[in-house]
């Protein structure tokens, strides 16, 4: 079975294009090579998996696609604007306007609804969706007024995605949306991220070490060692209600 309501994808020119990105972090007198020479195009609407075991490189590459880091070397583009070298005002401003994060731990404000978590981002972005809106969107819609505490980890998390998509982003930078959870909250969790994928048409990139994800995406990109070593297109997709591990 394929998911029918998949988001178009533009393949005409790349939403980020990514060329010979290093990265070296250096402890003391040990230098530790995150990333060696990845070449990537990645595309509007797409949902992509990336790939690995730990140490593969796989955050690294997201933080710098997403500004949070920048490479030792090599470049990268989105939009037509040179992310690599940009100084922070811009980065700032392209992780405002354009990225929503979305990581492993929650880091929802205890004494805040999931509305009003949701509405800090909203407060801040140029057009952005309604915090019951975007909760809607995630399943939630009969939770707006709970505190994190009510809730549990895996509505914690769809609380984390709605806040992160309430600001309509271009790109869904998602690093082990599921780490933290047990099979049957993490399918759901999935599913938020696939229709958020499906309805808004936000590039969504997820990383993970958990192979039988990669079954949901339109194209999956594996890395070891900072490389890149192989990058497979799915024939189909799998819903996230069909995936068990």
Same mark, same amino acid.
């Given at each position: ?68 880091d920048a490479p030792t070397s090599g470049e990268v583009e989105s939009g037509g604007h040179v992310l690599s070298g940009a100084d922070e005002e811009a980065l ?72 992160? +998509? ?16 047990? $099979? ?39 890395? $070891? ?5 192989? +990058? ?14």
């Amino acid at each position: 079975m394929t998911n029918r309501n998949l988001a178009p994808i533009d393949e005409s020119a790349p939403m980020f294009r990514a060329r010979g990105l290093t990265k070296v972090y250096r402890m003391g007198e040990v230098e530790v090579h995150a990333l060696r020479g990845v070449d990537l195009d990645l595309y509007a609407g797409e949902f992509v998996v990336l790939l690995g075991a730990s140490g593969s490189g796989k955050s690294t590459l997201l933080n710098i696609l997403g500004g949070l880091d920048a490479p030792t070397s090599g470049e990268v583009e989105s939009g037509g604007h040179v992310l690599s070298g940009a100084d922070e005002e811009a980065l700032t401003r392209f992780r405002r306007e354009a990225v929503g994060f979305v990581f492993q731990f929650y880091n929802l404000i205890p004494s805040l609804t999931a509305r009003e978590n949701v509405a800090l981002v909203t407060e801040i972005a140029q057009a952005p969706m309604r915090p019951d809106e975007a909760l809607a969107l995630v399943g939630l819609g009969d939770r707006l007024d709970h505190f994190p505490a009510q809730l549990s980890g895996g509505e914690q998390q769809r609380v984390a995605i709605a806040r992160a +998509i309430a600001k309509r982003p271009a790109v869904l930078l998602c690093d082990e949306p599921t780490g933290a959870l047990d $099979s049957t909250t993490g399918v759901r969790v999935l599913q938020a991220l696939e229709r958020i994928n499906a309805e808004t048409g936000a590039l969504t990139v997820v990383i993970t070490h958990n192979a039988v994800i990669a079954q949901m995406a339109d194209r999956v990109i594996r890395l $070891s060692d900072g490389h890149i070593v192989g +990058i497979e297109r799915n024939a189909a997709r799998v819903p996230a209600t069909e995936l068990a591990w």
